[in-house]
């Protein structure tokens, strides 16, 4: 698997140049407004890819084919997912992004996993990401990593982890 994350790594308006602000900032980056100075930061990050600009989708869609023809990979996690399906500050999920990926002859083929919420407004949105996209877990990520932090170093350290049941419900249902 290989996973895809909304952020570029340029951050916030005070980063460094690499890509895409060199390029267009005003067309691949989400901009509060008009504003071409301040950056809607939906991830935390500093910056969010602006789906709404037909290159970014085709910049990204191209991107992952090649993963998936050239390299083998069969599926994808994409990180804050509901920040690539915005538009500004609304999330659609009738989006372009959606609609090519659900389409695409190569890439509908593969697994697709969406973390299915970000920082924004409307940001969260479990359970409303269409097929063929699978929504992440958060429950059962935050119980494994309990189970391998907390509970396997108290074990290896004499004591007693947490009640095995709540990792075993979220693994098997």
């Not at 890509?19 to 969010?48: K, M, P």
């Not at 409307?122 to 907390?150: H, K, L, M």
Request: proline share 6%; net charge negative; with cysteine.
């Amino acid at each position: 698997r290989r996973r895809l994350q909304p952020r570029p790594g340029e951050g916030g308006t005070d980063g460094p140049t690499l890509s895409w602000r060199g390029l267009d900032d005003f067309g691949y980056y989400l901009h509060e407004g008009s504003s071409q100075a301040i950056y809607l930061d939906v991830t935390g990050c500093g910056n969010s890819l602006d789906f709404r600009n037909h290159r970014a989708i085709q910049m990204t869609l191209d991107s992952l084919r090649y993963w998936v023809q050239q390299v083998g990979v069969d599926g994808f996690r994409f990180d804050l997912m509901t920040t690539l399906v915005r538009r500004g500050p609304h999330v659609d999920m009738e989006h372009p992004l959606l609609v090519a990926l659900a389409t695409d002859p190569v890439l509908s083929g593969v697994k697709m996993i969406a973390e299915p919420w970000d920082l924004g407004p409307d940001g969260w949105q479990t359970g409303r990401f269409p097929p063929p996209i699978s929504e992440w877990n958060d429950r059962y990520r935050d119980c494994a990593r309990t189970f391998w932090v907390t509970d396997v170093a108290a074990i290896a350290g004499g004591g007693h982890g947490h009640d095995l049941r709540d990792l075993a419900t979220r693994a098997a249902g």
